[in-house]
């Protein structure tokens, strides 16, 4: 059974403009979130996806946007770049997002911001 | 709200010798406890898990035994390899179901095994 995948794997922006960002969850998977990890911050959540409805969001401004698609398929948005915004972002998947569930991981997308 | 807290590294270890990586944590309900490991340039690999107290999760050599008492997972390998050699990530899922599950991670501890 194939991973998550992420694309696209590194991305080069400059401050103002914006990104997205794809993930493709492990084939049955409804649950998709997504984490932020940086070296200063370490590893924080973003936003979860089930059934294409957000169900539950982290501490992050507006400009960090996400959704879902009736595949299951998730994507994530981040407008107005920031230089903070530098970051390797990481999607998980799991069957139903329940908490005692395993979260399978992509290899990420690492975005820097000049 | 839910934290992790886990030993800072970087921890350096010579091959074959013993390895403990402290995690306590802080939660309101019943969490799920989860160990990540992560390996240069790589996403995030499950190691173990334990989704309620006295379990022991084991996976490779490693294991971590959920301490509700203590709110402790810490995680311990008796003899470690060159390979190894990685991050550990210690993580609590809350997970209300209307809410889905969110994983709290703790800073990571970075371990070095030296030949």
């Known amino acids: 059974k194939a991973g998550v995948t992420q694309t696209p794997r590194y991305l080069i922006k400059t401050r103002g403009q914006q990104v997205t960002l794809s993930c493709s969850p492990i084939s049955g998977h409804r649950s998709v979130s997504w984490y932020q990890q940086t070296p200063g911050q370490g590893l924080q959540f973003l936003f979860e996806y089930f059934s294409e409805t957000q169900r539950n969001k982290g501490n992050f401004p507006g400009r960090f946007s996400g959704r879902q698609f009736s595949n299951s398929r998730s994507e994530m948005n981040v407008s107005t770049l920031e230089l903070g915004d530098s970051a390797l972002y990481l999607c998980?998947?799991?069957?139903?997002?329940?908490?005692?569930?395993?979260?399978?991981f992509g290899p990420g997308t690492r975005l820097l911001v000049l | 709200g839910d934290s992790v807290t886990q030993m800072e590294g970087p921890v350096t270890l010579s091959e074959e010798a013993f390895l403990t990586i402290n995690c306590t944590y802080t939660?309101?309900?019943?969490?799920?406890l989860f160990w990540y490991v992560q390996y240069p340039g790589e996403g995030l690999q499950l190691l173990l898990k334990?989704?309620?107290?006295?379990d022991k999760g084991s996976n490779k050599g490693f294991e971590a035994t959920y301490r509700k008492e203590t709110t402790s997972f810490h995680l311990e390998k008796g003899s470690v390899q060159v390979s190894d050699s990685a991050v550990y990530f210690c993580?609590?899922?809350?997970?209300?179901?209307?809410?889905?599950?969110?994983?709290?991670f703790g800073g990571g501890t970075r371990v070095l095994v030296k030949p």
């Open positions: 334990a989704t309620k107290a006295d």
């Open positions: 998980a998947s799991s069957r139903e997002g329940q908490k005692e569930e395993t979260q399978y």
């Open positions: 939660a309101t309900g019943y969490p799920s």
């Open positions: 993580a609590l899922s809350e997970g209300i179901k209307a809410a889905g599950n969110k994983l709290t």
